[in-house]
């Protein structure tokens, strides 16, 4: 079992912030040795209800393509430059044990040039939020077999937080595409995201009928 750590749900809802102030805070928030890890996330943080100045059309586009899915919730995008995520770290809490810990440690560490874009969301606490999941999870399955490195993983914290009880109320869903270019063009980055909202919103558009 790891070190037994307090670790909170954050309450305060959906995050709107451009890098910088979404670093600031999240580094003034998190204990000294998650800070390396907090300083890699770049400005693609999104909520779906929201429009931000500056956000590139591209990462809107696949946010709402998320969002679109009836029952899903709280859409976010967070990227992570991983090969300056040491997997000695992978240990310790808070934002690094939100990542693909598994798949990091058995590669030993990420791959040249890999980014890690978090496809980050929640469901409703009701029948739609349950076929929102499911559609997700068979979407993802099905980028995987056509030859994306992707997959979806459910998150939850501790059962008890000090004298606080969060259990029932933390869970929540990320999508990890592990995205590699020898470029590190941010340009294709974005363009690849496009495509890829585009394809969501063809699923969404054929089996609009399932829901």
């Known amino acids: 079992m790891a070190n037994p750590v307090i670790e909170r749900a954050d309450s305060s809802g959906p995050r709107l912030l451009p890098a910088a102030s979404h670093v ?7 204990p000294e040795p998650m800070r390396k890890l907090i300083s890699t996330f770049a400005l693609i943080v999104m909520t779906a209800t929201c429009q931000a100045q500056g956000i590139p ?5 696949l946010v709402s393509a998320v969002s679109s899915v009836k029952g899903a919730t709280s859409v976010e995008i967070d990227k992570t430059y991983l090969p300056e995520v040491n997997v000695a770290d992978l240990s310790l809490p808070g934002a690094y044990a939100d990542l693909p810990i598994a798949t990091l440690r058995r590669s030993k560490g990420a791959l040249p040039e890999e980014q890690l874009l978090s496809i980050n969301f929640r469901i409703e606490r009701t029948e739609a939020g349950l076929k929102a999941l499911e559609f997700l999870s068979w979407w993802v399955r099905d980028q995987s077999r056509g030859g994306q490195n992707m997959q979806i993983r459910s998150i939850g914290l501790p059962p008890i937080a000090g004298d606080r009880k969060q259990l029932g109320s933390t869970l929540r869903f990320t999508i990890d595409w592990f995205y590699t270019s020898k470029s590190r063009s941010m340009q294709e980055m974005l363009a690849s995201m496009g495509e890829k909202a585009k394809e969501l919103e063809l699923a969404v558009k054929l089996y609009g009928a399932a829901f």
């Open 57 to 61: 059309p591209e990462v809107s586009r």
């Open 24 to 30: 600031k805070r999240r580094a003034l928030e998190e």
